[in-house]
């Protein structure tokens, strides 16, 4: 049953409210800048963790469930409901790592089965005497764009293809993505293709500046959570990743609501029957604009904010890379309300495929037969975690940007410079709350 309109109206005027509870307290000094730098974690501590032993070890497993998912997506059980991949790739990797991140920090870069099989395939070329030198050379003003577009694809795979869940389909889409992956590596270098063109490096390092473990100075330290957003993100086609993260959370929940699939009905209607292949296409032709859509829209409203932001304080520099990154939490929570009872309850499938991930009939480890609990959470107890996670991290964007505005523009502009941004965050929020309720 769709939640009443009014609850999330109020949901808008309480994240209202806070923001401006939070913009009093933030008022005086900026309360992230001076806890970035953290607290330096202890020798013995910081060399098991930077180990090679321990990268080592870690970059052989995920290598290996890297070929077992590619693996059973292509030779494994066609069902998804038998197949490890749909649930591997969509819940377990994609949503499973988010909290990892969250607690742990970064740590991606030992979990990335592409940088483990390119770092190993360039120690064995330096046993062999030989050595390699990237031909080109990165062009900095590329930025992330190739993630951001590569984070879309992605995107677009799950949200707007008819079978996002075909492991045929998946096994295509891992073969695609590796090969461009170390295709980009072997020309522009292995860190320099994964720090700005691998899409999943450049997502879980976004959301791992929230964390309250980071790097600084080349020594890994423990820091106040949200302070490594502290500071102006420069690097082009940032923005437009951090839409695509947002706007395809949007564009999930409003493919769900009883207006899309309206106008879906609507369009396929005449093809549905006599060209199922021509109806397909024009569904994931809406799907796909759809998409597009919702990532230009929230690219737009916070280009229209900074906008109004400068004028009210008559700032003649940009000042979309001072508070870009206070828009990642926000991409958080969305992807928490959207997605944490998926993860929740489709993740506990994980036991019974380790038994059987090709869904030939195995039971490897005695767990084929679990029964997961469908139902861990009532309605209400969603609601409010959703609503919750949403108010929250809303709140924690505009405390990231006014710590950015007292720390740039000083107290006399910071607070009026918010003004745009706090709106933007409320038109968020609603927005968000419309499509929880709808979906």
């Given at each position: 049953?769709?939640?009443?309109?009014?609850?999330?109206?109020?949901?808008?005027?309480?994240?209202?409210?806070?923001?401006?509870?939070?913009?009093?307290?933030?008022?005086?000094?900026?309360?992230?800048?001076?806890?970035a730098a953290g607290r330096t974690l202890p020798p013995g501590l910081e060399r098991f963790l930077r180990s090679t032993g321990l990268r080592t070890v870690l970059g052989l497993v995920s290598a290996g469930l890297l070929t077992l998912v590619f693996l059973t997506a292509l030779i494994g059980e066609p069902s998804s409901a038998q197949n490890l991949a749909p649930t591997f790739?969509?819940?377990?990797?994609?949503?499973?790592?988010?909290?990892?991140?969250?607690?742990?920090?970064?740590?991606?870069?030992?979990?990335?089965?592409?940088?483990?099989?390119?770092?190993?395939?360039?120690?064995?070329?330096?046993?062999?005497?030989?050595?390699?030198t990237p031909p080109l050379a990165y062009p900095e003003r590329l930025g992330v764009w190739p993630a951001a577009f590569l984070l879309f694809c992605f995107a677009a795979l799950e949200l707007a293809y008819a079978e996002p869940a075909s492991p045929r389909a998946l096994a295509l889409a891992i073969a695609l993505y590796s090969y461009v992956t170390w295709f980009g590596m072997?020309?522009?270098?292995?860190?320099?293709?994964?720090?700005?063109?691998?899409?999943?490096?450049?997502?879980?390092?976004?959301?791992?500046?929230?964390?309250?473990?980071?790097?600084?100075?080349?020594?890994?330290?423990?820091?106040?959570?949200?302070?490594?957003?502290?500071?102006?993100?420069?690097?082009?086609?940032?923005?437009?990743?951090?839409?695509?993260?947002?706007?395809?959370?949007?564009?999930?929940?409003?493919?769900?609501?009883?207006?899309?699939?309206?106008?879906?009905?609507?369009?396929?209607?005449?093809?549905?029957?006599?060209?199922?292949?021509?109806?397909?296409?024009?569904?994931?032709?809406?799907?796909?604009?759809?998409?597009?859509?919702?990532?230009?829209?929230?690219?737009?409203?916070?280009?229209?904010?900074?906008?109004?932001?400068?004028?009210?304080?008559?700032?003649?520099?940009?000042?979309?890379?001072?508070?870009?990154?206070?828009?990642?939490?926000?991409?958080?929570?969305?992807?928490?309300?959207?997605?944490?009872?998926?993860?929740?309850?489709?993740?506990?499938?994980?036991?019974?495929?380790?038994?059987?991930?090709?869904?030939?009939?195995?039971?490897?480890?005695?767990?084929?037969?679990?029964?997961?609990?469908?139902?861990?959470?009532?309605?209400?107890?969603?609601?409010?975690?959703?609503?919750?996670?949403?108010?929250?991290?809303?709140?924690?964007?505009?405390?990231?940007?006014?710590?950015?505005?007292?720390?740039?523009?000083?107290?006399?502009?910071?607070?009026?410079?918010?003004?745009?941004?706090?709106?933007?965050?409320?038109?968020?929020?609603?927005?968000?709350?419309?499509?929880?309720?709808?979906?």
């Amino acid at each position: 049953m769709p939640v009443p309109d009014w609850l999330f109206f109020w949901g808008g005027a309480v994240v209202l409210v806070l923001s401006f509870l939070a913009l009093g307290a933030l008022w005086k000094r900026p309360q992230l800048e001076g806890h970035a730098a953290g607290r330096t974690l202890p020798p013995g501590l910081e060399r098991f963790l930077r180990s090679t032993g321990l990268r080592t070890v870690l970059g052989l497993v995920s290598a290996g469930l890297l070929t077992l998912v590619f693996l059973t997506a292509l030779i494994g059980e066609p069902s998804s409901a038998q197949n490890l991949a749909p649930t591997f790739v969509y819940v377990i990797f994609w949503l499973g790592l988010v909290p990892v991140q969250l607690l742990l920090g970064n740590v991606w870069p030992a979990l990335n089965p592409w940088l483990a099989c390119a770092n190993g395939v360039a120690w064995v070329w330096e046993r062999l005497g030989r050595t390699w030198t990237p031909p080109l050379a990165y062009p900095e003003r590329l930025g992330v764009w190739p993630a951001a577009f590569l984070l879309f694809c992605f995107a677009a795979l799950e949200l707007a293809y008819a079978e996002p869940a075909s492991p045929r389909a998946l096994a295509l889409a891992i073969a695609l993505y590796s090969y461009v992956t170390w295709f980009g590596m072997a020309a522009y270098g292995r860190r320099t293709w994964a720090e700005r063109g691998e899409a999943f490096t450049v997502y879980f390092g976004l959301l791992a500046r929230i964390a309250p473990f980071g790097e600084r100075d080349g020594r890994l330290v423990a820091r106040t959570p949200l302070s490594g957003l502290a500071g102006r993100e420069t690097t082009p086609g940032v923005l437009a990743f951090v839409a695509v993260m947002l706007g395809s959370v949007g564009f999930d929940g409003l493919s769900r609501s009883p207006f899309w699939q309206s106008v879906r009905a609507d369009l396929e209607g005449p093809y549905i029957v006599d060209s199922p292949g021509t109806a397909e296409l024009v569904t994931t032709a809406l799907a796909l604009a759809g998409l597009v859509a919702c990532v230009l829209v929230v690219a737009l409203a916070y280009l229209a904010a900074i906008r109004i932001a400068r004028t009210m304080v008559g700032e003649a520099r940009p000042l979309v890379p001072e508070f870009l990154l206070s828009l990642v939490p926000i991409a958080l929570v969305y992807a928490v309300s959207h997605y944490f009872t998926l993860l929740v309850i489709q993740g506990q499938y994980g036991l019974s495929f380790a038994s059987d991930p090709f869904g030939y009939g195995w039971d490897l480890f005695g767990t084929v037969d679990y029964s997961p609990n469908i139902a861990p959470f009532t309605p209400n107890t969603v609601w409010y975690v959703q609503v919750g996670a949403l108010v929250g991290g809303h709140v924690a964007g505009l405390a990231v940007a006014h710590d950015r505005a007292v720390t740039t523009l000083g107290e006399r502009d910071a607070l009026r410079s918010q003004y745009a941004m706090l709106a933007l965050m409320v038109v968020y929020t609603v927005g968000g709350l419309w499509l929880l309720s709808r979906g």
